[in-house]
């Protein structure tokens, strides 16, 4: 019962807090004050300095995570409605997956590398563009560390939705399809959310640029960890 009470008190703090963060990023839009990375801080911090642990919160934050997988699901629904239009550009958004998947491994690993990590560290950080359960599922099989995995994948998600319009913007990259294939090729969900924000079709080419890579990065991780 006391585990009860706990669980609802964090979810509904969870929400309120997030709620608040999107009425500060309607204010003041800019990636800092993107409401997942604010939230997500908030907690980091409050949970750091309370000193209370990670499986106290989750007790709520659980009841949140079972949403993962129906949202995921439900990015089907951009997919359905501009259907005409990914086939139109077809070879278009799968050369760029292809592409953009082999780019997010030799990245992470050739970065970890570089920097002279050990080896469990670069199984961990190569499937960080997926998304997490694929990712998990690549690390595990790898020798990697889940938690690790799963923190690098948090930081791709994040930042790629923080920085990912910036970047395309400077580069002057404006064509919906291009904005998509980018973001959800490096960002997986997380990302996503964000392209649905910039339109329609970003974020449906993004929710399948996120679906395919997460099977083209399955195949490809092991492969690039076999020759290291």
Do not use: C
Request: glycine letters at 10%; proline letters at 4%.
């Amino acid at each position: 019962m006391i585990n009860l009470g706990i669980g609802i008190i964090f979810l509904f703090v969870t929400i309120a807090v997030f709620a608040i963060t999107k009425r500060i990023y309607r204010k003041y839009p800019n990636p800092f004050t993107l409401p997942i990375f604010l939230t997500s801080g908030i907690f980091i911090i409050f949970l750091a300095i309370s000193d209370i642990p990670y499986q106290s919160y989750m007790l709520g934050g659980q009841w949140i995570d079972l949403f993962l997988g129906p949202i995921v699901v439900a990015l089907a629904l951009p997919l359905y409605r501009q259907l005409d239009l990914i086939k139109k550009y077809a070879r278009t958004i799968f050369i760029g997956i292809f592409a953009g998947s082999i780019i997010g491994i030799v990245t992470g690993i050739a970065g970890a590398k570089i920097l002279g990590f050990e080896d469990w560290i670069i199984q961990s950080i190569a499937a960080k563009s997926v998304t997490t359960p694929v990712a998990l599922s690549i690390t595990d099989t790898a020798g990697g560390n889940l938690s690790f995995a799963a923190v690098f994948v948090m930081i791709a998600g994040i930042s790629g939705a923080m920085f990912g319009p910036v970047i395309l913007r400077l580069l002057r990259i404006h064509h919906p399809v291009a904005r998509g294939l980018g973001i959800g090729t490096a960002s997986h969900a997380i990302g996503t959310s964000k392209a649905l924000e910039l339109g329609q079709l970003d974020g449906a080419v993004s929710a399948l640029s996120m679906t395919i890579s997460a099977v083209v990065v399955s195949f490809l991780v092991p492969l690039f960890l076999s020759w290291l």
